[in-house]
């Protein structure tokens, strides 16, 4: 099985839609992808990403199945620097790159939960409720987690799938 991540097209975030460019790249990209064997298109709730599945759905004729936990990542609520640029900051995404590299614990497999960079953040339940919610997905084509890797159940023992997750940054990452 195949897994495609895939970001939405150059967003116009006021109106939770796709620029002009925005639309461009989502039909640009509909023209390679049909061509992947995509038997499953998943989408983020948000707008952005809607369009951007749909020129690949209607060319593949399959129906996009919405689900919530593909949406972006939260804004960084109640972030404890004390300045007013993270007041309206749209995700963890956006934090300067001098705050990540000034605390190592960014850059630790075991410690980047509490690092200092995303305390009073949302950051850390988000990637584990979403890193649940991408298991079960795969257990439903056949994929189990089995520590740091999958194992292949019955259900997944010749699964020639390809699905698409049409979504945001944060599941790349996550």
């Known amino acids: 099985m195949r897994v495609l991540i895939i970001r939405h097209g150059d ?5 939770d839609s796709l620029t002009e460019k925005g639309q461009r790249e989502a039909e640009l990209l509909s023209q390679k992808l049909i061509n992947e064997g995509i038997t499953n298109i998943y989408v983020s709730p948000h707008g ?7 020129p690949t759905a209607d060319k593949l004729g399959i129906t996009p199945v919405t689900l919530d936990w593909l949406r972006e990542f939260p804004k960084m609520l109640n ?5 007013d640029y993270f007041k309206d900051m749209p995700s963890p995404w956006n934090i300067p790159p001098e705050l990540w590299v000034n605390d190592s614990d960014n850059y630790d497999i075991n410690r980047w939960k509490e690092s200092k960079t995303l305390d009073g953040s949302e950051i850390a339940e988000r990637f584990e409720f979403v ?3 991408f298991d079960e997905l795969l257990a439903e084509h056949g994929f189990v987690r089995n520590g ?14 390809t699905i698409a997750l049409f979504c945001h940054f944060g599941l790349g990452t996550a």
């Open 11 to 15: 967003p116009y975030y006021p109106t």
């Open 79 to 83: 972030f404890k620097y004390d300045t």
């Open 131 to 133: 890193g649940q919610k």
């Open 148 to 161: 740091g890797y999958y194992d292949i159940t019955e259900k997944g023992d010749g699964n020639t799938d």
């Open 48 to 54: 952005r990403a809607q369009l951007t599945a749909k």
